[in-house]
């Protein structure tokens, strides 16, 4: 038995942990991580060659069974391993750690994109906590705001004019997130609802200070694909095709 893990997410990394020394398992890693937390098993980095490129190793490297467990937001290579996993008939698993709900107090604006998020900045604050990567940071570089960016590798131009850096991997904690917002006198957060624990302290934070927080809504999972909250769910799933 053979299963093949997309992602190098904190779920990825768990549901890995549960299906090694069970069944053989290979985690593919996208590589945008310069020193990425490895997995148990086998690991490939590196992309595909988009949805023809992975049916190919799919079939080379006799896979049964493929799980999502990449970023939420990472659309294109789910929308690949749908494609692939169809066109080389194994069943295919979308692992998706819950969306962040908001409570009590909390000042969120939800947009659909990043650049919406951009546009939404008009008149919340000049100082922007943007917790979105290092990817997409285009969509703001026409921004007036200053903007404290956080990403685990430095982040690549174009980027807003007036930009501070700093380097993080979750996850944080929420006094860390309290010293951020009070050292920077940030007025407001830019996310992506990622979800999970690892990075909500932020939103803790925020709501505490009063500070609206701009959420990006994550994308859908493509049609047809089963969903799995948990990495337990995900190798109840996989360990059930095996003989």
């Known amino acids: 038995m053979h299963i093949l893990i997309l992602g190098?997410?904190?779920?990825?990394?768990?549901?890995?942990d549960l299906?090694?020394?069970?069944?053989?398992?290979?985690?593919?890693?996208?590589?945008?991580?310069a020193s990425p937390r490895l997995p148990a098993g086998e690991v490939r980095i590196g992309g595909f060659g988009g949805v023809d490129g992975l049916v190919a190793w799919v079939r080379e490297h006799a896979v049964d069974a493929v799980i999502d467990a990449?970023?939420?937001?990472?659309?294109?290579?789910?929308?690949?391993?749908?494609?692939?996993?169809?066109?080389?008939?194994?069943?295919?698993?979308?692992?998706?750690?819950?969306?962040?709900?908001?409570?009590?107090?909390?000042?969120?604006?939800?947009?659909?994109?990043?650049d919406a998020a951009a546009g939404a900045l008009d008149g919340l604050g000049d100082r922007v906590f943007l917790t979105t990567g290092r990817m997409g940071l285009a969509a703001f570089a026409d921004r007036p705001e200053w903007f404290l960016v956080r990403s685990v590798d430095a982040p690549d131009a174009p980027m807003p004019a007036r930009t501070e850096v700093l380097l993080g991997r979750g996850p944080f904690t929420l006094d860390g997130e309290r010293e951020v917002l009070a050292r920077h006198r940030i007025?407001?957060?830019?996310?992506?609802?990622?979800?999970?624990?690892?990075?909500?302290?932020?939103?803790?934070?925020?709501?505490e200070?009063?500070?609206?927080?701009?959420?990006?809504?994550?994308?859908?999972?493509?049609?047809?694909?089963?969903?799995?909250?948990?990495?337990?769910?995900?190798?109840?799933?996989?360990?059930?095709?095996?003989?």
């Open 8 to 16: 190098g997410t904190t779920e990825a990394r768990a549901l890995a």
């Open 19 to 33: 299906l090694h020394g069970t069944v053989r398992v290979t985690s593919s890693l996208a590589g945008r991580v």
């Open 70 to 114: 990449t970023h939420p937001f990472a659309e294109r290579i789910s929308f690949n391993a749908a494609g692939a996993a169809a066109t080389a008939h194994v069943p295919l698993l979308a692992l998706r750690r819950p969306g962040w709900v908001p409570v009590d107090g909390d000042r969120w604006v939800s947009v659909p994109s990043l």
């Open 187 to 207: 007025d407001v957060v830019v996310t992506k609802d990622s979800g999970g624990a690892a990075t909500a302290p932020k939103l803790t934070a925020a709501r």
């Open 209 to 243: 200070a009063g500070i609206p927080v701009v959420v990006v809504h994550r994308p859908p999972v493509p049609a047809g694909v089963p969903v799995a909250a948990t990495p337990e769910e995900a190798a109840a799933w996989a360990l059930a095709f095996t003989p």
